[in-house]
């Protein structure tokens, strides 16, 4: 199981008072994302570290930017691709998502490409077209390679309190790993007290956690039922 904390654009928790929170955690595997500026700090604390974001060339005119040799250069492990924030306030397409996919896995950092429908698409029962095209477009460009998590965010779900229930989370995994076969996070809400029953279906196979993960106790919580769920 894996467990990701993605601090978007805020201060997270120290990192050395969580890696020591953390450190004995059995069965789980917990990744920070913290903002570009706390990714040192992350890394020196021995936290398994993933930007919030990648770009696909390895240098250039790219203002705002970070390219793969530039997190590996920090020791940086990975990082996040496709977050709905991005698509949805950036303008980033699928392409885009899959080319910084792409390019962070050729570089050797690992990639959970995020993916998930908004909530008019399931309305207009499209969720399943949604999802077919934007991991075949990462299938396409990445394949199963065993650096790659993809992570199921609904995005009526981020940040609003709402959350999946076990088996839409279920139908929503076991899906898209028809299409890659590939370890499948949830994302949307998640919390201490909902992180258990999400995490017991077969295909969920961690938490992607954004606002649970800037507190230590909702966040290592949230591990500790990821190992409980295989255990
Ligand atoms: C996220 O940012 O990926 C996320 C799932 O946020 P939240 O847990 O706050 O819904």
């Known amino acids: 199981m894996i467990v990701a904390g993605n601090w978007k654009m805020f201060t997270g928790p120290d990192p050395r008072a969580l890696a020591d929170r953390i450190a004995g955690l059995q069965g789980v595997e917990a990744i920070i994302c913290p903002p570009y500026t706390e990714l040192r700090a992350c890394v020196d604390a021995g936290l398994t570290t993933f930007a ?30 496709g977050h709905s924030e991005r698509r949805q306030y950036f303008g980033e397409t699928d392409i ?14 690992r990639v959970i490409a995020c993916v998930g429908e908004t909530q008019e698409e399931r309305d207009s029962g499209d969720t399943e077209m949604v999802l077919r095209v934007q991991v075949g477009v990462i299938d396409d460009e990445c394949g199963e390679d ?69 507190d230590i106790e909702s966040f290592v919580e949230i591990c500790e039922a990821a190992a409980r769920s295989r255990s």
């Open 52 to 81: 919030q974001n990648v770009h696909w060339e390895p240098e250039g005119p790219y203002t705002g930017e970070i390219s793969p040799p530039m997190l590996l250069g920090l020791g940086v492990h990975g990082s996040l691709v």
């Open 96 to 109: 885009d998502v899959a080319r910084r996919a792409e390019a962070a896995l050729d570089a050797g950092l």
């Open 146 to 214: 065993d650096r790659l998590v993809l992570a199921y965010e609904p995005v009526w779900a981020i940040g609003t309190g709402r959350t999946a229930t076990p088996e839409m989370a279920q139908e929503a995994h076991s899906f898209i790993k028809s299409i890659l076969d590939r370890p499948v996070l949830y994302g949307g809400s998640v919390k201490p007290e909902n992180a258990a029953e999400l995490m017991a279906q077969p295909d969920v196979d961690g938490a992607l956690v954004g606002g649970a993960s800037l």
